[in-house]
């Protein structure tokens, strides 16, 4: 495996990915190759001390995420406590995950990124596949569009008709960007599929923002992430671009995620 960085790795990445990472600063000394973090080692949000009142905030925070939160949309907002201690906590799901595996997944994504970020008063990491998010900080951080820091990771092997293909990709993307900003304050995820330029090849695509974001905003988010693809991962069979407010996958080997008449849409 060959891996490009811009600054210290701060995950294991699964062996068929090459990963770009977009940060500030980072920490490599997770074990699980499903969890993908950044830590605020720039210090810009501060320390917390164990035991201290934005420590036992965001103790609560996560116990009512995680336990409280009814998770029927796969997204959670919690903020709780005063002044410089309050702790502003978001959790996001896949759209296709149903509540329980939603909050399992959250759980999982609790016990590593507080292991992984000690003490960091903001901090965030995608759990399983991206099949959830977890972040958390001292600011506010809900409604807003923030693209970074961000991770791209795509499959190693070309597309064998790769300029038609790549016109096919573009396509589903744009084609699924503009289904899933209409999207409500609940959800903004949409799947689909479109027939690849060989024979018998079908791309898998999935767009998603935090529905907490405007559709100008979500459309905002996926316009960059869009135009990265081809900067990134032009001519590749599967590519990732996972940003804090909004992340997209495209995969042709096969179907990653799990289909729902509720909200899959294949694309004519």
Not at 51 to 60: F, K
Not at 131 to 146: A, F, H, P, T, V
Request: charged share 20%; aromatic share 10%.
């Amino acid at each position: 495996m060959s891996i490009l960085s811009l600054t210290p790795l701060s995950f294991l990445c699964n062996l068929f990915l090459i990963t770009i990472l977009l940060t500030s600063k980072s920490k490599a000394d997770n074990n699980d190759q499903n969890f993908h973090y950044f830590c605020d080692q720039n210090n810009d949000r501060g320390n917390y001390i164990t035991g201290d009142t934005y420590h036992n905030n965001l103790r609560i925070a996560f116990m009512h995420l995680t336990h409280t939160s009814k998770l029927d949309y796969g997204f959670s907002n919690t903020i709780y406590g005063q002044s410089n201690d309050k702790v502003n906590l978001i959790g996001i799901c896949r759209g296709d995950l149903n509540p329980e595996d939603c909050r399992k997944c959250l759980i999982g994504s609790k016990f590593n990124l507080t292991q992984a970020c000690p003490n960091k008063k903001e901090a965030i990491g995608w759990y399983e596949d991206e099949k959830c998010m977890l972040r958390y900080s001292d600011r506010s951080i809900l409604g807003l569009n923030e693209i970074g820091p961000a991770y791209f990771a795509w499959n190693l092997n070309n597309a064998t008709l790769a300029d038609q293909f790549n016109v096919v990709v573009k396509q589903l993307l744009n084609d699924l960007k503009s289904k899933a900003i209409k999207g409500d304050s609940n959800r903004k995820y949409v799947v689909g599929t479109l027939p690849g330029p060989s024979s018998g090849e079908i791309i898998y695509g999935l767009v998603q923002c935090t529905p907490d974001l405007s559709g100008p905003q979500c459309d905002d988010c996926l316009i960059s992430s869009i135009a990265e693809v081809s900067r990134c991962c032009s001519n590749r069979i599967g590519a990732r671009i996972v940003r804090p407010s909004c992340n997209l996958r495209f995969e042709t080997s096969y179907q990653f995620y799990q289909p729902s008449a509720a909200l899959a849409s294949n694309l004519p």
